[in-house]
Every structure is written in C-alpha cells, then in structure tokens.
C-alpha cells in the first residue's frame, strides 16, 4: 500500500505584483510527526485572506514572512489527529494558524479550541468568529468608537470584514455608506444588509458622489483598501474623524510600496485619528465577541454569505479571485 501523504501548498517564489504559476506548487510529503510542544492538525477548513499576500512578501510585517520552501500560511480549522502538547489531546477540534496543507503541523500556542456558541455553526464560528468577525467588531469599537447619528463609510463593503463592519455600525445607530466595485455588490449590500447606500469608488468623479453621499462629512471611515479611495475620503472626513485601517489591498500587490496622498494634511488640520490594528491585539476580548455576533446573528442585524471551494488544490486559483474582487463573500476552502 502507498503510505498515506499530506498536499501542502509550497512558497517557491516571492510574488512580484500578482501571484503566478510557479510562485506556490502543491507537493505531497509525509504526514509531519509533532514534536514536544506541537500538534498536527487534520484540515477541515482553510481561510483565504488578503493577509496571506502580505505573507508571501518579504517586507516587515507583524510576522515573519513564510520562507521559501516552507508551507504557506493560513488559518484553519479541524481535528487535532496526534499531540505533543498537553494542551490539546487527539480528536480536539481547534482552530488557529496553520498552514495551506491537508495535515498542519504547529505549536500549541497557535491554535484554540473551536468554541460551542449557540446559534452559529462550527464553520460560522471559524469562517465569520475567528477573525472576520472580531476584525469588523472590535476594530470598529476600540479605533472607530461610534455614536449615533455619525455618518460611516466602509471601503470594499461587500468583502467579509466591511460588510460586517457596516453592519455593526447600522446596529449601532450611524448612517452607513458602502464602497464596492460592481453592481451586485452594492445591491446586496443595500438590500440584503440594510447599508443605507452603495458607491462605486471607480472613475473621476467619484469625489463628487461620495460629497453628494455624505453632504456633511464623514465620521468614521472603516478602511480595507487605502490608495486613492483613502486620499479621496481624507478630504471629506469631519473634524476629530476616526479612519480605522484595517487592511491595504489596493497595495499589497505592490510589495506595500509607499504611496502618495494629496489630502494627508487633513489628518492634521481635521485632527484625525488613523490608526491601524490587527485583531489578535484584543484576543482576550474573544469570548465576549463570539456572545455579542450570535446575538446580532440572532437578532437579524448581522448576515453573511461565503464564496465556499471545494478542495485543497483550488485554494491558489481561489486567492486569486480574492484579489481580483470576484469573490462573493468570505472566501473559504473545504480542504
């Protein structure tokens, strides 16, 4: 009999602007054996997220970069299928930092028991609970701090995080205002979770429609995208505005490469606060996250849709989709 073997997406090459043949290979190796502190983890789902770009680069980054040859590097969910680690025994089911592999082999540190939360799915507790969902949430209370009656834009509206997070903020009283890049987006986002506007970002005169938009300004900006989306709106944020950087997919084909703003002087003269963050810098807020989106799940104020592949070998062409923004929400592989 052949010896059973782990498909794991291999980092051969440093992308250089959009991911190309050769740059990631799937190759089948043995099944890894933990060492003292490790587990291996027998993949059910696989997270495709605008980070994992940002991982293939050799730039700083909250990180270190997957090195060449190593697996790639994503989130995961399944089964613990053999432990060196007394934190988790055989057949826990975790979820946490793994790797682009049927089995991913990790420290213990990295991963956490998937949680029962009533109301959700295991994959909704995955896919939406671990880091879209905390992303838009928490994101949005510690940086953006909303009232009621302030007016919000969310930037790629229609992906996992903005349209959780424009959601959070219809719930929480502002006027909410989406930025997504074609038709069916912006209607989805408008009719099926209640945004009170769609725009495309797209063209010359999109400084005029998002003035037309929001005639008196903009409070919170809840960014995904930066580039000149960010300029634009840098000039239409009100005195004291939040912009809450979550992510920079205009640029991370680029390698992160500088950009220019015309409109930066505005954080002075509005005195803005813009500030970036990554999710785990509230991890021990979790617990309390996952109560609060079931409730909002439950209540109806808070939906979302997946964009679901089949099949470990899909997830390169999957990533790519993300990039080029013909996914249809959150983007995730059933290894």
Known sequence: MTPQRNRQWILMRRPVGEIR???LVLRADPIPVPAAGEVVVRNEWLSLDPANRVYMSDVKQYMPPVALGDPMRGFVCGSVVASGAPAFAVGAVVMGLGTWSEYSCVPAEYLMPVPEVQGLTRKDVFGQGYIVAPTALLGLRHIGAPRPGETMLVSAAAGAVGSLAGQIG???GCKVIGLAGDDEKRDWIVRDLGFDQALDYRG????????????????????????NVLDVVLGQMNLRGRVVQ??????YNDDLHGQSFKNYGCIVTQRLKVEGFIVIDWFDEYPAMFREVAELHRNGQLNWRYHDVDGLEHAVDAVKLLFQGRNRGKMIVRV
């Open 21 to 23: 043949e050769g740059d």
């Open 170 to 172: 219809k719930a929480w």
């Open 246 to 251: 979550c992510g920079l997919i205009s640029s």
């Open 204 to 227: 010359a005169d999109f400084g005029q429609r998002l003035r037309a938009a929001c005639p008196g300004g903009i409070d919170i900006f809840f960014d995904n995208v930066a580039g």
